[in-house]
């Protein structure tokens, strides 16, 4: 299981992760901490799981949450503003994940909007934020970060799709490290958000490719195909198709892109 004293020797001084509940296993860490009092919520409080039995992402996907290899934790954050500006904290928090990987392996994460870190076209980590149940609380970060898992342990699903460090670098990581890290870049990705929205947005669009790669988006039974010509001040992705036609995409499920270069995904 993982220790808390070794995950604070690679987080620094910084308050996210400052009070960090360590559980061996629990259903999801995002309910763990949607289920205590507000009283006991504090910003930067976090919860990680070496195992999560009902690990869920966007869409209320299943996520692959194997015992002992990767990372699932959540973080409490408080102070983004009111319910439109907050809901833009997503991109912060994709940030800090690519940042963490960057630091971890001889590699540059892809962006995937709106909120999965991707490497090489397969995906390595996504991220689930929700409004605390309780009237005027915070917002939950959930965190699931690919780190040691096999390739061969992926389910066949998935296996196509799915990445790790392990599986990008050969060797296993240090997940004290990995963690610690990553709760130092959402500190400073947090702080970036809240003194200059507009200069982190400008850098997720850079770390997405962002104008420039090609999304095919589905809303229901709308199928969207594009270019992502750019994201708006409230988070919608601007997508302008063949014909020209600009759309604002707030929420939607991107099945396939494809930015040119070594970065392409089709489900």
């Known amino acids: 299981m993982l220790d808390a004293a070794r995950v604070h020797e690679h987080r620094g001084d910084v308050a996210v992760g400052g009070e960090l509940i360590v559980l061996g296993e629990t259903s999801s860490t995002?309910?763990?901490?949607?289920?205590l009092p507000i009283q006991r919520l504090t910003h930067g409080l976090a919860v990680v799981?070496?195992?999560?039995?009902?690990?869920?992402?966007r869409l209320r996907r299943p996520w692959f949450s194997p015992p002992g290899v990767n990372l699932y934790t959540s973080v409490y954050v408080t102070g983004l503003g009111e319910a439109r500006r907050a809901a833009l904290f997503v991109y912060a928090v994709g940030l800090a994940v690519a940042d963490a990987v960057a630091e971890a392996i001889d590699a540059t994460p892809f962006l995937?909007?709106?909120?999965?870190?991707?490497?090489?076209?397969?995906?390595?980590?996504?991220?689930?934020?929700?409004?605390?149940?309780?009237?005027g609380a915070g917002v939950i970060v959930g965190i699931g970060l690919n780190v040691n898992v096999r390739p061969e342990d992926f389910p066949e699903e998935i296996?196509?799709?799915?990445?790790?460090?392990?599986?990008h670098s050969g060797h296993d990581h240090d997940r004290h490290r990995v963690l610690g890290r990553l709760y130092r870049h959402l500190d400073r990705r947090y702080n970036q958000f809240v003194a200059d929205t507009a200069g982190l947005l400008a850098d997720w669009k850079a770390a997405a490719g962002v104008p420039g790669v090609r999304y095919q988006v589905v809303q229901g039974e709308r199928h969207l195909a594009?270019?992502?010509?750019?994201?708006?001040?409230?988070?919608?992705?601007?997508?302008?198709t063949a014909e020209g036609e600009r759309a604002e995409i707030f929420a939607g499920d991107v099945v396939a892109y494809d930015d040119g270069g070594p970065n392409a995904f089709r489900r």
């Open 30 to 35: 995002n309910v763990v901490l949607s289920e």
């Open 159 to 167: 296996r196509g799709h799915a990445a790790s460090l392990r599986a």
């Open 112 to 135: 995937k909007w709106p909120n999965d870190v991707h490497l090489a076209g397969r995906k390595l980590g996504g991220i689930l934020c929700e409004t605390h149940p309780a009237p």
């Open 49 to 57: 799981a070496d195992h999560q039995s009902a690990g869920r992402g």
């Open 226 to 240: 594009g270019c992502a010509r750019d994201l708006s001040s409230d988070g919608a992705l601007i997508l302008e």
